[in-house]
């Protein structure tokens, strides 16, 4: 695929970024898109490697290696090196609903299992993907696909996030009539309020949920089940009905002080800035205001980078973000060998962004809080930390020790808690009465069944919390085995094929 010798000529190139200052101005996308020329060069950089690990889509030391929904990469760089952008747009569509969202917030697990990786910088693929589905919407060549015929069998989805979207688009184009069920006021589930916009543009989130309506499915929002509507009637009113709640239980922090007036979980703050960004470009007042406050953010992950790239453009005093583990290496270390996902040091856009603000990479490693200390008028006043050593144990699992004497405290008037979610919701799973294994949906991978006849599960609720794109696996394998459940066989296709 590519051209023959294009990963020995041609190197690697990154998409050009806005200046991290500039950008801070607003919350529009820091990102450029390529020209053609560039993503002809960088698609020739695609190998023919015979093997192509891009697509193995496993899980492998616990972390996504390769495109859970098995993305015909190659096929797609070969074409862009050739110029056929319909035809790479059409082999892109075959595995994948959604590129618009993969292409912008997807850590990209393709690019660290690449063949070209082993010994130089992978092929741009996330890059290559955006662009591909860019030009199809910008050139006219996607259009409704409104389905000829229908089942007259009716399904319920509980969840309008990417695995919601993904089973609904599948299950519409095989005929069923579909409706998604949404408590917030806009479909989309984390696509629009847990990924801010400047990593994911809601105008395509808002694009996408305009086509599939324009195709057929119906959205219902501000709609809560238990509240608005209970489960039994779904039920009745239903023939199957697809669980895709996403795992929204945020994990918390138990420790002296979490009462204080300041203290907040990262994705109330994250959904709050999105919301009003949206309703009145901030005119209403409606978010968590970091503006001349120190914040610190607790965990070290993209959620807690999305936390400090908003503070940042809310013009805070100075942001921190903790995390529990050591600083990565700069390259593989022995235990992480291709083609697993490289648990490498990387500068995301947030931490560029905070360097070139206030001279430093904001992120604190191996920290722990002890406790929050408030005021007398229990507002947040500042946090007691004490360092971390990450130990080996006979076994291999890890121990975290206290080191003595490294006790500190930080001034901070915001805290954004960001160490993760414990699963799903309860309620609405009490309500439909499903069985649940470690929090999660207790439904089979590959079944979707839960011990409810009718009632199927996918995504984040059965799975707990990961990768859009894995979301997107469950949507479109949940899609297939409802179809089967309703019609005794379903023509659509399988992801695991």
């Known amino acids: 695929m590519g051209k023959a010798t294009g990963f020995m000529e041609f190197k690697r190139e990154e998409a050009e970024e806005r200046s991290p200052l500039s950008r801070l101005n607003d919350f529009k996308k820091y990102s450029a898109p390529f020209s053609d020329e560039v993503l002809s060069r ?81 092929v741009s693929i996330k890059n290559i993907e955006r662009t591909i589905i860019d030009k199809g919407f910008a050139n006219g060549w996607i259009t ?31 005929g069923h009539s579909v409706t998604v069920f949404e408590r917030s006021d806009r479909p989309g589930g984390l696509l629009m309020y847990g ?66 007036n300041g203290v907040h979980f990262a994705m109330d703050y994250l959904t709050k800035a999105t919301k009003s960004m949206l309703d009145s470009n901030f005119a209403d ?37 903790f995390g529990k583990h050591p600083r990565l290496t700069e390259t593989r270390t022995d235990d992480n060998m291709w083609p697993a996902f490289p648990q490498v040091f990387t500068l995301e856009y947030a931490y560029e962004e905070a360097e070139q603000k206030f001279g430093s990479d904001p992120r604190q490693y191996s920290i722990q809080t002890k406790k929050i200390v408030k005021d007398e ?24 020790n206290e080191i003595p004497g490294t006790e500190k405290v930080w001034p901070a008037q915001l805290v954004f808690i960001a160490i993760g979610f414990e699963g799903p919701e309860q ?44 979301a997107i696996n469950e949507g479109r394998e949940v899609a297939r085995k409802v179809d089967q459940y309703l019609m005794g066989v379903s023509h659509l296709p399988t992801v695991n094929a």
């Open 427 to 470: 309620p609405v799973l009490q309500q439909f009465g499903v069985d649940t294994k470690f929090r999660k949906i207790d439904a089979k991978y590959g079944e979707f069944q839960t011990n409810v006849e009718g009632v199927f599960a996918a995504g984040d609720a059965r799975r707990g919390q990961s990768l859009i794109v894995w």
């Open 285 to 321: 007042g409606n978010f968590i205001n970091a503006e001349g406050k120190d914040v610190i953010v607790i965990g070290g992950g993209d959620t807690g980078a999305d936390c400090v790239a908003t503070a940042l453009r809310q013009k805070c005093k100075s942001v921190v973000q």
């Open 377 to 400: 008028n229990g507002n947040l006043k500042e946090l007691h930390t004490i360092s971390m050593e990450k130990v080996k144990q006979a076994d291999g699992t890890f121990m975290f």
């Open 42 to 122: 960088q698609g020739a950089r695609c190998m023919d490697c015979a093997t192509p690990f891009c697509h193995i889509g496993m899980d492998i030391s616990g972390s996504t290696s390769g495109c859970p929904i098995h993305n015909l990469i190659p096929e797609w760089n070969d074409l862009v090196y050739r110029g056929r952008w319909k035809e790479a747009l059409d082999r892109l569509l075959k595995t994948n609903n959604f590129p618009e969202f993969t292409g912008s917030a997807c850590p990209a697990p393709c690019e660290g299992s690449c063949t070209v990786a082993i010994s130089d910088p992978a």
């Open 144 to 174: 409704p696909k409104i389905p000829k015929n229908r089942t007259g069998k009716k399904i319920a989805i509980v969840g309008s996030g990417p695995a919601g979207l993904a089973s609904a688009d599948q299950l519409n184009q095989a």
């Open 195 to 260: 990924i801010p916009n400047m990593k994911l543009e809601k105008k395509d989130v808002e694009r996408r949920v305009q086509l599939l309506t324009q195709e057929g499915i119906d959205f219902v929002t501000n709609t809560e089940i238990g509240k608005d509507i209970t489960a039994e009637e779904l039920r009745k009113q239903f023939d199957a009905v697809i669980l895709c709640t996403g795992a929204q239980k945020q994990r918390d922090l138990t420790i002296e002080g979490r009462e204080a």
